[in-house]
């Protein structure tokens, strides 16, 4: 299998292709992964901008308002079908692996072609099973490896190329929109834009103005709609909610442990033993501080889990690629490739029906309850297993996030506001798990006359 994938022949996409193919009969139909809490609040996000409501507007959630927009595409073509999140997802992941290998191909990023990094960043994609479902942190990693493989371009010596500075800019802007977290990738672009790249004063100007093109566009959006105000309350508020803490770090470091080792020593091996020339130089400089920065994103996203590791991939796809070119020893590259391709994501798969037996909080809860059926109900906690029969109605997604917004002080008019956006959904009930209601009614005695205590964190409207 080695020596097939390090070929430099189009046909290996067959052989990606294949390999996707069969972990995913294995994943979707051998496996029977619940659906996560991540996915539920994907869909019924996109239900309810369907019921033509606005993100950050009407409904406080921290997803990227792009995200928001292909939810709602979702939710208009498939409704709610994990299945067309996963078979997309699966699409996506198969054009990031076939862009990025053809994109180290024609900058000659390795001093032979190879489609070893195809099926390397494959394998990595199986490092845990969300990794292949549609994901915000998915969608926006697209974009920015769309602006890398430009960024890519500027280390060609004596190239200038306005386009391409230009699209630099426009990618990031796009990845920003749809998941908020990698507008740290903004300094990534400026420093290896001046710093590897070589940018004029005029280049960086032109992917800046492209970078925030993208973001105009989005308040220009919200301004229409009379919600840039709510908009420009929420997105700071984003970055300082509480997080959700999915899976540990422990469990991270288990399932990453040999591709980082990997990584380590193909980083070692081509920086220190290994001459380049000095294009090649410049594309190892980007991708060490892509690892850099996309470890920091990981580290600060408010949602701990696995999905997010998708932009790590393309930096630890590239220095693992690096060990098994430069390593010659046949006695190590085997049996190294083989735990990489296929050790990894059967560890994965065994790791994750692990998890399901301890019923992680991950998981949506399985329940046999049809209480909830057909009824419009808000959750104020971290346990979304009522909406699985229920439907979302209110404008509390994410809990954690409208802790913050409403333990805020405000004025007068911005509590008016405040009841409004309550009062004009009204939820059917609401399950106060963590007593956040409770406090409300105190604050708006009007909300009092409108909902009954019927059970200890239950309210049902009167």
Avoid at 26 to 54: A, C, H, I, K
Avoid at 192 to 221: D, E, H, K, M
Avoid at 375 to 395: A, C, Q, T
Wanted: charged share 15%.
């Amino acid at each position: 299998m080695f020596q097939f994938f390090k070929v430099n022949d189009p046909f290996r996409i067959i052989g990606l292709f294949l390999f996707l193919i069969i972990w995913t009969v294995v994943y979707l139909v051998f496996s029977d992964f619940p659906l996560t809490s991540t996915q539920l609040n994907w869909m019924l996000l996109g239900e309810r901008l369907g019921d033509g409501y606005f993100l950050y507007q009407h409904i406080l959630d921290d997803t990227g308002p792009l995200s928001g927009g292909f939810f709602f595409i979702m939710d208009f073509l498939f409704g709610r079908s994990p299945l067309a999140l996963e078979l997309l997802g699966r699409a996506l992941v198969f054009f990031q692996v076939i862009y990025w290998n053809r994109t180290l191909i024609k900058y000659r990023v390795f001093d032979e072609n190879t489609y070893l990094p195809g099926i390397i960043m494959l394998a990595l994609f199986h490092l845990n099973f969300d990794m292949l479902s549609i994901s915000p942190a998915l969608l926006g990693s697209t974009f920015l490896m769309l602006a890398l493989s430009q960024l890519f371009s500027q280390t060609l010596l004596q190239k200038d190329s306005s386009e391409s500075t230009l699209l630099i800019g426009i990618y990031g802007g796009i990845a920003t929109g749809f998941h908020p977290i990698y507008i740290l990738f903004l300094p990534f672009l400026i420093f290896g834009g001046i710093a590897i790249s070589g940018f004029t004063f005029r280049q960086l100007l032109l992917s800046l103005t492209g970078y925030f093109l993208p973001i105009l566009l989005i308040s220009v959006f919200y301004y229409w709609n009379n919600g840039l105000d709510e908009a420009f309350e929420i997105w700071p508020l984003i970055f300082f909610s509480e997080k959700y803490y999915y899976q540990s770090l422990v469990s991270w470091g288990v399932l990453a442990a040999f591709p980082v080792l990997l990584a380590i020593i193909g980083f070692f091996i081509s920086s220190v033993l290994r001459g380049a020339t000095i294009n090649q130089q410049k594309q190892r400089q980007l991708m060490v501080v892509w690892v850099i920065i996309s470890c920091i994103g990981v580290l600060f996203s408010k949602r701990q889990a696995s999905f997010q590791w998708v932009i790590l991939l393309p930096g630890l796809s590239y220095l693992i690629t690096q060990f098994f070119l430069n390593i010659k020893n046949r006695k190590i590259i085997s049996p190294a490739f083989y735990l990489l391709v296929i050790g990894v994501p059967v560890l994965s798969w065994w790791y994750m029906n692990q998890e399901i037996q301890k019923e992680s909080t991950y998981f949506v809860k399985e329940t046999n309850s049809t209480e909830y059926t057909g009824k419009g109900i808000m959750v104020l906690g971290d346990d979304l297993s009522p909406y699985r029969y229920g439907i979302f109605e209110g404008p509390f997604l994410n809990f954690h996030l409208s802790k913050l917004f409403l333990e805020k002080e405000r004025s007068l008019p911005q509590r008016a506001k405040l009841f409004q956006m309550i009062k004009g959904q009204s939820p059917e009930i609401i399950l106060d798990q963590e007593g956040e209601f409770a406090k409300l009614l105190i604050d708006y005695p009007e909300l009092e006359r409108e909902y009954q205590k019927i059970s200890p964190g239950k309210y049902q409207i009167r």
